[in-house]
């Protein structure tokens, strides 16, 4: 079946570029999404992108598609202590009445 | 999470006990979603919902019951409680044929 990867921990400092990382394995998926999920509270979509597109921007996050590679990135510029959280990154097929997540990245963002 | 409410918000059980978590939206829309999720192991998904009056198994179903009596609700039932059911419980909803998930704030249950 469908399984999306994710490593489990990244740190970086206040200021600094952070670059998450996702790979999947179902070539049919047509929607991608990056989730944020914060102490406590449930998972909130970040940001999508569609599988015809190999990049998408929005203020200072920027997602990154190489569908040959089934690889997909978040990068959040500037990173704040406030991006601190777990990013979870999901797939969907066309056809498929439900979505595969990844088993999150948790970021830590120090001073 | 607006949009999206789960109750409740906490809940220990004994091994054993039942309970059922409710989830209701206000949006109107067809798919409803329980997942659990565990230190690790990201999202797992229970059952779904694409309409009223259809449920469907999704990755871990066993030890679970759902129920989609109106568009409305839709319900997690557990008959015996067990340990390993010990998790945090979400709720999500989707339009049909459209492309996000909104996320209920989750239920935190315990089972001792």
């Known amino acids: 079946g469908e399984d999306v990867e994710q490593s489990l921990f990244l740190s970086a400092r206040e200021g600094d570029s952070s670059v998450i990382n996702c790979t999947y394995t179902?070539?049919?998926?047509?929607?991608l999404y990056w989730y944020k999920q914060e102490p406590g509270a449930g998972l909130q979509l970040l940001t999508y992108?569609?599988?015809?597109?190999d990049m998408k921007q929005d203020q200072r996050l920027t997602v990154l598609l190489n569908k040959k590679d089934k690889h997909l990135s978040l990068r959040i510029a500037d990173t704040q202590t406030g991006d601190s959280a777990i990013y979870f990154c999901?797939?969907?097929?066309?056809?498929?009445?439900?979505?595969?997540f990844g088993d999150g990245t948790t970021l830590t963002v120090k001073p | 999470n607006a949009g999206v409410t789960q109750t409740p918000k906490f809940q220990v059980l004994k091994t054993g006990q039942s309970m059922t978590l409710q989830c209701a939206q206000d949006?109107?829309?067809?798919?409803m979603y329980w997942y659990r999720q565990d230190p690790g192991m990201g999202l797992r998904l229970i059952y779904y919902?694409?309409?009223?009056?259809?449920?469907d198994k999704g990755e871990v179903p066993n030890g679970y019951n759902v129920s989609r009596l109106n568009k409305r609700e839709f319900s997690l039932r557990l008959e015996s409680a067990a340990p390993s059911q010990t998790s945090v419980y979400f709720c999500?909803?989707?339009?049909?044929?459209?492309?996000?998930?909104?996320f209920g704030p989750g239920t935190r249950l315990t089972v001792t």
């Open positions: 179902d070539s049919s998926s047509t929607y």
């Open positions: 992108i569609f599988s015809n597109m």
């Open positions: 999901a797939e969907r097929s066309p056809n498929a009445g439900k979505s595969t």
């Open positions: 949006m109107n829309h067809n798919s």
């Open positions: 999500a909803i989707k339009t049909a044929g459209g492309y996000e998930q909104y």
């Open positions: 919902s694409a309409s009223e009056g259809t449920t």
